[in-house]
């Protein structure tokens, strides 16, 4: 439970990886000696896709990026992150598989979720 890959949707909607498998990739450059930025891609497939309201392996992608602050003679580090998830099938409930009335007679299409995040760290 205290492994997180992410910040949206593992940890926030699915609440852990799980039936799934992901693709992650993250570049970070130090602009200055206390000053950073970070960037982070996910991709996540499904393994059983029928464990998914969508009943298909895409489950979604994610940007989460980062600008970290941190001054270690002092003991301070501060950063604002900001995520974005994109969902894909598996996560969207199709009226022919819920039947019309479970989604209103159409499909409901997942939506797009987002997150903006501050932390602020003090070391005594």
């Known amino acids: 439970p205290d492994y997180h890959v992410d910040l949206l949707l593992f940890r ?3 609440g852990s990886v799980s039936n799934a498998t992901y693709f992650k990739g993250s570049v970070q ?3 200055f000696d206390s000053f950073g930025a ?3 891609i996910l991709y ?3 393994d059983r896709p029928v464990g998914y309201p969508g009943n ?3 489950l979604g992608v994610e940007i989460d990026i980062s600008l970290m602050y941190r001054n270690e003679e002092e003991g301070f580090y501060a950063g604002l992150t900001y995520g974005v998830l994109f969902p894909l099938g ?3 409930r199709h009226a022919d598989i819920y039947g019309a009335s479970a989604t209103g007679g ?3 299409d997942a939506k797009t ?3 903006f995040q501050g932390r602020i760290m003090v070391k005594f």
């Open 44 to 46: 996540s497939i499904a």
């Open 12 to 14: 926030r909607i699915l």
């Open 29 to 31: 450059y130090d602009l």
């Open 38 to 40: 970070r960037a982070d």
């Open 113 to 115: 979720a987002q997150t």
């Open 106 to 108: 159409f499909a409901a």
């Open 56 to 58: 298909s392996y895409h």
């Open 90 to 92: 598996a996560l969207e």
